[in-house]
Every structure is written in structure tokens, then in C-alpha cells.
């Protein structure tokens, strides 16, 4: 694949690690779809880049001196590293899932995808339309857990529903009939955690009946929780 | 207090809230501290800006039109309004508390105050040096819940601890005695839940013997989830 280093697009077939943790992380989850990695020649003294750098030679990954390259898609910020990958589509598989209709914030996602790692999910649906997990935001704040999920779009919910029947699905909302605390009771595996859109959240009209709707309880100081924190609390008590 | 409207600078004695949810949540609970609101003239027209108008009519605090100072504050987000406040300080009362060890981050300031007034803890500690809770980006991110929590700063742990010797210290760290499993077992009122930095957690030496120290089980696939995350699910389960 011939790349042009520019900032990324969302239509690009490539996408950017940036930083030592991430490319580490895209190195040793996903070797066959890096095209290459490049370097600072000032990070060349970085323990990271050194063990990057090793790790190419063995595996015959290209290694590029491009601080020009890199400075060209870097924002602000520092980067010693910057791992250049294939996109790639995957398929999830049954078992546990997460599945966030319409998420549109970057942090909020790359957060997300650390954190079900942390519990175990692996797999996670994106009802469309949602944010672009390959955009570099995403890859970094996920600190690159990203190259360890399996993630899936799919074009709505029925279609994610008829791919996965067997699943038990709880529906996170403000409006809902059960509480968290519940949890223990009502929860069944294979389980799919379902959450709505950060400033919207789930359309209630569109959800009513399809499996269980949850709320987790909170003051009335605060509107809601942060997505990415809701989606935290809710992967603890389910992974109990 | 004569204010010059320029970028936010920590030594400023004022600063400013973004956006029309956290200056009505200003306006609501720290109207003594308004200086002023300004408004974009392209915002004249929208609702929430009409209610902050009135409410500013109702209690006698200037409203401006002030489209290019609002510009030079602004980096890329298109505000139709700005409320200019008074910093204050604040002494956090007796109860429950969440301390904070050197946090860093202002995204995740913002969030964690928002999680710990949806979880009624109203008493924020942070032990110095630490992120300053009035910078617009914590403002923002907290969605104006910095303007219903009582914050204050500490220099040290040890500082905190005199001034609230009846609190029971639970730090959460990789490495603990308990897990927050054994909440239900171990939690005692009042309680106070120490968090450390972002990036390197809390010294272990510091903290031993000063409390229950307590871990959030996750799986080994991840270093350790964000800091926002895990104060996010502390909350949630010391308030069940």
C-alpha cells in the first residue's frame, strides 16, 4: 500500500499510532497491518523507541527517521513515534458485548475501549452513525487498547440483533425499570450493554421492550453521567 | 474588580465559564460571584441565552454584548456565551470526601467532579500540586458542577488528615489489601476515597497504614483503567 503522510482522514485506508504506548500496543496486537513506523531522530535516545525499533528489526517492519513526516500530522503535541497501519474490519464474536448506538465523542470512545478491556469485553458494536475508532483521537485515548478489542458497525440495531439473537439485552437509560443494584439478579450471560448517545442517550420509543432497561441511580444534581463513565460502572457490576 | 478579557491564565482572579449549561449553573449557584456575562449577537436568538439574559435582569448582573472579546478567549468552540466569575475559595466541610493526589488532568477533573456530585459527594480535597480547578477546560468539562462542590486545596496528605481525623482513609491503588468487592464489608462512614495522578497513581510507601487500601479488580489486558473511570465506580459503590 502506497501512503501519503498527511493529516488523517476519515476515508483514508491508513491510520496513525501516535506516541511509544499505542505503537507498542499496534506492534504486538496487529504486526501484519503495520506499514511502517517512524521516528524522531531526537526520540532515537528513548528507551520506548528503542524497544520499537528492535521489534521491527525481528519482525521486518520498516523503520523510518521522519520528523518532517511527523511533525506534518502531529498537532501540538510531542510525538518520538508514529506507527502507520491497514485499516482492517473485523467481526465480533458471540459471548459478552458492548454495543454504544450513535457515540460521537473521540476521548469518550477511546476511553470506553480501555475500560471494557479492563472487564473483559471484547467486543463492541457501533450502531451507525458513530465516531470513527480508527481516527488517531480514538487510537490514543484508548492508550491502544483499540488493537486488542474486535469492533463491528452495523447499520442498525435490528441488524446487530439478528446477528447476536441468543443475547440478553440490557438497555441503559434514565427512564428505565430497573436499577444497577438489580444487576445481580436480572443480569444473564451472553449480555449486550447497550448505550445511547452522549448528549441524547437511547431513544426510549425505539427501545421499549427489547430486552431490559437499567438506570443507575444518581443525585438529582447532575443531569447524567459522562458516556464513558456510565458505560465504567455498568461493565463493574456486570463483570462482578 | 476591573477585568481585562484575555486567554485564562492561573494567576487571573477571575475566570470564565464557556457555553450556555455551565454559565446557568454559574448563575444558579454562585450568582455573588458574577462580574458580568457576555453574549455573541448571533446568540441573541437562543433560548438558553434569552433565560441567562432574564435570569441576569432578575438579580442585576451586566449582560454585554461582547462578540470579539468572546472571540479572543475563545480557542476553536463557538460560544454564545461567556460568564466572567470571581474565583472563591472554599473550605470542604465534615462528611464524605474524595481526595485527590496530584491530578493533572483538567478533562478528567471536569468529569470527576460531575461523577462525585451524581454520587452526593460534595467535598473535594486536592492535595497539592494539582490541576487548577478554575481553568475553562475544567469548567466545561464538569458541565458547571464545579459551581455546586465545595473544593480546597491541600500541601500535603498529612494536612488533610489534620484538619478531618474522623475520616476513614480508603486509597485505591494496583496494589492492595482489599478489593472493591469488600466495599459492603469495610466501608465506614464518614469516608474519604484517595485517588493518585493519572500517570503514576499513589506512592505506596507514602500511603501504607494510612487506611484501607482497596484495588478495582480488572484483567490483565489493560494497565490500569483511567483515573476518571475508577473514581467513577468507587463512587458507585461506596454510595450503593
Known sequence: MTVQIKPYKKNFEYGYSFGVFPTMELLENRPED?????VMEKGLENEGVQKIIEKCRREGIAVEIADK?????SKKENNYTVGVFRKYTEHIVPGNHLVLVNPSDMGNMGTIIRTALGFKVQDLAIIRPGVDIFDPKVVRSSMGAIFKIRCEYFDSFEDYQDAFPENNIYTFMLNADYTLADAKEIKSEPY???????????????????????????????????????VGIALYEFNR
Chains 1, 2 share one sequence.
Open 69 to 73: 513526516a511527523i511533525n506534518r500530522i
Open 192 to 230: 449486550s450493554l447497550v448505550f445511547g448517545n452522549e448528549g441524547s442517550g437511547l431513544d426510549e420509543s425505539y427501545f421499549s421492550g427489547l430486552g431490559k432497561s437499567i438506570k443507575i441511580e444518581q443525585s438529582s444534581l447532575i443531569d447524567s453521567l459522562n458516556l464513558s463513565i456510565a
Open 34 to 38: 503495520v506499514i511502517k513506523i517512524m
